[in-house]
């Protein structure tokens, strides 16, 4: 296929994958925002910027990390190009470009997003501040986009390269994020903190369960209450949690087999890929604690990101 | 203003219904206009789902506007197509000929059938295409002939388009879209298939392909990319033709053959069914701005490496000024009679023909030699005092760039609009697919109509809408 048409369904299938994750970022803080000061918290909306990676460039152009501000930054900012608009805006793009690779309900699901967004913001008056009451539904449409175009390109994509490059996309981002609110998160998951057993520590566990959403499969996984130790487990070395790291990469691994079987060439992408699953599926929890939770992650990332790199030299340029 | 008398397709204006729109009346007698209006919406929703689209130029926001579509279709009968399909085929033969020997031997020219200066002064000429042979000596593989109809057996060309024509894709949409919102209708009739289109082309475009040893000859479709006004039929014909849709950016030229970019290395491209203009369709041999184009793509078509549908200096051919030549170029090459008439045309250039229409000015239309869609053009009896006296400056200044015709009285269509049913004016755009064996067009073509009641102005890019069209067996 296109080089071109393959990079477009790359980052158009991340693009989606960031969209959602962003709108469960902001569902997770706004709950977080909600609870009493007495439970010790305060910068939850400062920690949400964290997750997604926008730290320093919402700093770049707003004052302090209240909720009008950062949520007009994650949804609406167009200066911001991870905001939900951006991603939608950057895949209907990438979607027109490839139209051809892509079935009708894929181009529909972000089309009718789109749409949603657009109506939003002509109902705003200028510098009006969205209310949540306006907001919150807007997330749905974007987590239930997600949904659809995952839906639609798994029930009817041929499996063909459009196919694998698209789920390339998706579980790179995943394992991106899943990763990112780990290590955000990652001085409550520390072992010693459970001897202060604040009751905090609690919501900020639940809440990076509900934020890729495993909170009901944290318990039938583990049948037994929240403990730190175990979301880490959960979240990097489940493979039966679809969106631990160890998940995604077997999923990042099989698509790139796909490619390379159906290609009669394996390469380094596909060797990068495998040799990460490897040492997930081999590793252990107390091994990732003992050698340091943000240690691993900040490594993880960086692999992530170097496995996009090899694919782009393999596949993309040329 | 004169008022003038229109023919009706249904009524053929008499009082009877001409047969071959016997059971359309009957089913608009016995349908209400709100069921009408009822499917007319529905159609609406199908065609922004699956997302027809079309950009007008000049208005801001409405890139993405849906073109009307009006659910009455256009009925013809087997036995006046047939007598149209044979005109056209004839005249794209012609226009072929022509081109070869207006970039070959130059006999007709030489014989004094054709002023040189109109060819080689012609901006459409492509002096880099003279000495050059197209492969099959196909010049043009998609024509799209725009045809109007005045009376019961009167067919006129009022346009040949030997470029990149577009609109093929709401003749297949506009088909699909009416079989699933009128399938009784369509119980009542039997009508020449049209989806095979492009199965057709791509049959034509790989029969072109230039000789190489082994392999399926590669096809790919060629877009200025997705700002494009006609980017979604682009992508829609990729699809259906099963071909890579390309950017100027997906292909280079190495040692005169061209290559696509792929996820597996370069992959060698034989046919180009190119939708750029030649302006922009190599900067190193035509405009060096242009970034939709291929660098090197002449040199590779010089080497005889690729073959491009349709060929780079074509529209020379369907420029409005060698239009009033058809009827001598169509003698001149078959020896043959034109089938299809040429509306009666003046050439402003010749001093008579101005001083006609300089006189004549508010009973004619005007066009530039080089327009198209509608632009720059002035429809005398619709125009005002001043636009004509604008007008008539810059056709002085400039005579050679115009020419005039009378305002035809095009044929009227019953259409849904706004008062319910009522006649408005179309035209007819077939679409004539040429290869190595011979020339093949679909049944029927696009129908324009214009939804303003009055208007002859069928252009998309001027409010015109689309309908289907119908080639029946007769009765």
Known sequence: MLARTADNLFWLARYVERAEFTARIIDITARLAALPKAYGGGAEWESALSAVGSLDRFKETYENADEASVIEFLIFDPANPSSIRSCIESARTNARGVRTALTADMWQSINS?????????QMRAPFERMSRERTDPFLDVVKSMSRDFDGAAHRNMLRN????FSRLGLYMERADNTARILDVKYHVLLPETEAVGGSLDYFQWTSILRAVSAFTAYHWVYRQGVKPWLIADLLILKKEMPRSLVSCYDNLARNLDAIGNAYGVQGPAQRHARAMLLRLESGSVEGVLESGLHEFLTEFIADNARLGAIVAEQYLVN | MVEQTFWDEMTGGGADVRTVYGRVDEWLRNTPPDVLAARRTQAELLFRRIGITFAVYGEKDAAERLIPFDIIPRVIGQGEWG???AGLIQRVKAINAFLCDIYGPREILRAGIIPSDLVFGNPAFRPEMAGKRAPHDVWVHIAGIDMVRTGEDEFYVLEDNARTPSGVSYMLENREVMMRLLPDLFSNHRIAPVENYTDLLLNCLRSVAPPRSGGEPVVALLTPGLYNSAYYEHSFLADRLGVELVEGHDLSV?????????????????????RIDDDFIDPLAFRPDSVLGVPGLLD???????????????GVADDKAIYTYMPEIVKFYLGEEAILKNVPTWRCREADALKYVREHIGELVIKEVNGSGGYGMLVGPHATRAEIAEFEKKLVAQPDNYIAQPTLSLSTCPAFVEEGVAPRHVDLRPFVLTGAEGSRVVPGGLTRVAMRKG???VNSSQGGGTKDTWVIEDA
């Open chain 1, 113 to 121: 997003a789109w749409l949603e967004l657009r109506a939003l913001e």
């Open chain 1, 161 to 164: 390269d459009a196919y694998w």
């Open chain 2, 83 to 85: 007598r149209m399909e």
């Open chain 2, 254 to 274: 190495r040692d005169g053959i061209v290559y696509m970019r792929t996820t597996q290395g370069p992959r060698r491209v034989d046919v180009l069914y190119r």
């Open chain 2, 300 to 314: 590779a078509y010089a080497a005889g490496n690729i073959t491009l549908a349709n060929a780079i200096g074509a």
């Open chain 2, 455 to 457: 208007s002859l102005v």
